[in-house]
């Protein structure tokens, strides 16, 4: 049985994040500033609830006679217990004679075009601590990008905005920063997962690595830049985060009203339409929040009934890159022009420069990851580097213009030359006319 690492990294995080975010609220009350001790209070409860929330959905405690485990839920407590509860499951396990199994079956990645099918025996307690994980995997993903990534771009503004760069908020930005990777990191895995769901999927070290730079490369930037932005421009802070935002969130809906599916109703049969619905903006409001730093592995699709499109969709993530980068350079290029004094001896030109490489980089650990690390890249139909390649040739078509365009203005060109050398030829003839003329009339 595998040992439940990522439960306890998870909680970990969790639980250091979170009372880093407490002491940090206090030195600003001590320090009188009241602003940045309400907003931190905010980013770090706001995630809080969320995860427990997710945690009591996925194990369906309402429906269960759990009294307790619901006011530790109530009194934040619902990560500590569930990871007593996956520890507990995990060492007594094996102990005492389970009364049934069940059989999966899993196919192997393909060899020489073979696929084998495997058998396998799960106990009840392996397939609680596979809940256990889910469940934590998608609590660390919540907490985030709900919580720890709009907690990191707070902080980073207040340390630009007071030119200051304390002991407590550098370690409470470094947790934070781990914490949106390692979110990411399970976002990736939750993917793969979901979409290749019938074969036994095992993902090596180095894939483990290549995300991790992938994603703290994108991040970083990421947040960097906005935080730059806002710093010059606070007005249009706003409106920026807002069509980022509410574009991703009604992204996935206007699909659904395109396609003209039926309303999903299977998503838990305890939930009524009004219940169902909540739990779908919930949804599509977790996947504005990751797309607003970095791509989502997870493509939500609400006409299907696991609501994740599980087709790999190279063209969609060439598009998103394309524009990010555009957007990102754009959002610099506005700091450069209406930089401060506080920039003052900040290398702007410099800064610039390598915030775009961070970004290059991102794109380039993301670009080894697919074509040589992913787990599953036997099973695409084409490579990255061939679907990008299709993709260049799709934007190049488009920008093109039309053949009949060319010809046309290929006829007006072959007119026009042809008037040309006509009137050219008759101003010839008149010149070659005129001594005649004039001899004829000395005559």
């Not at 040992?3 to 002491?23: H, N, Q």
């Not at 030195?27 to 770090?44: K, V």
């Not at 990534?149 to 934070?176: D, G, H, K, N, W």
């Amino acid at each position: 049985m595998k040992f439940p690492g990522s439960v306890l990294v998870s909680l970990v995080l969790f639980v250091a994040e979170t009372a880093a975010a407490l002491c940090l609220s206090g030195a600003y009350r001590a320090a009188g500033d009241r602003m940045w001790q309400w907003l931190t209070l905010l980013f770090a409860l706001l995630p809080c609830a969320l995860v427990q929330l997710s945690l009591v959905f996925i194990h369906r405690d309402v429906s269960r006679d759990r009294p307790l485990v619901l006011l530790l839920h109530l009194l934040q407590l619902g990560p500590l217990v569930r990871c007593v509860e996956v520890f507990y499951i995990y060492f007594h396990a094996g102990r005492v004679e389970e009364p049934y199994v069940s059989i999966t079956k899993k196919r192997q990645m393909p060899k020489d075009g073979y696929s084998e099918e495997i058998e396998k025996e799960v106990g009840q307690a392996e397939g609680k601590l596979c809940t256990h994980r889910s469940a934590f995997s998608r609590a660390s993903v919540i907490q985030a990008f709900l919580g720890s990534a709009p907690q990191l771009t707070l902080q980073l503004y207040i340390c630009v905005l007071q030119q200051e760069i304390t002991a407590a908020r550098s370690v409470f930005m470094v947790l934070s920063l781990l914490s949106i990777v390692y979110g990411a990191l399970r976002c990736n895995i939750l993917a793969i997962k979901i979409k290749y769901d019938d074969y036994d999927v095992s993902v090596k070290p180095a894939a483990y690595l290549c995300i991790f730079m992938w994603r703290s490369f994108e991040i970083a930037t990421r947040v960097t830049v906005l935080v730059l932005f806002s710093s010059v421009l606070q007005i249009w802070t706003l409106p920026v985060v807002l069509v980022n935002f509410f574009g991703f969130f009604f992204y996935p809906w206007i699909l659904f009203w395109q396609s003209k599916s039926p309303f999903p109703e299977n998503i838990e049969k305890a939930l009524s339409r009004v219940g169902t619905t909540i739990v779908l903006c919930l949804l599509t409001f977790l996947y504005a929040g990751i797309n607003m730093f970095c791509w989502s592995a997870v493509q939500v699709k609400l006409n299907d009934p696991d609501l994740i499109n599980k087709s790999q969709n190279w063209y969609r993530l060439t598009v998103y890159y394309m524009l990010r980068f555009i957007e990102n350079a754009f959002l610099l290029l506005m700091w450069y022009i209406y930089k401060t004094d506080i920039y003052l001896y900040v290398c702007a030109p410099l800064l610039v420069l390598q915030l775009l490489i961070g970004y290059c980089m991102a794109v380039l650990f993301m670009l080894v990851f697919y074509q040589f690390c992913h787990p599953c890249k036997k099973l695409f139909s084409s490579s990255i580097s061939e679907g990008l390649l299709s993709c260049f040739k799709f934007l190049c078509f488009i920008c093109k213009p039309p053949k009949s365009t060319i010809l046309t203005d290929k006829a007006e060109v072959k007119s026009e030359n042809t008037d040309e050398a006509w009137s050219s030829s008759k101003t010839i003839d008149s010149q070659k006319g005129n001594p005649h003329q004039s001899v004829s009339s000395n005559a």
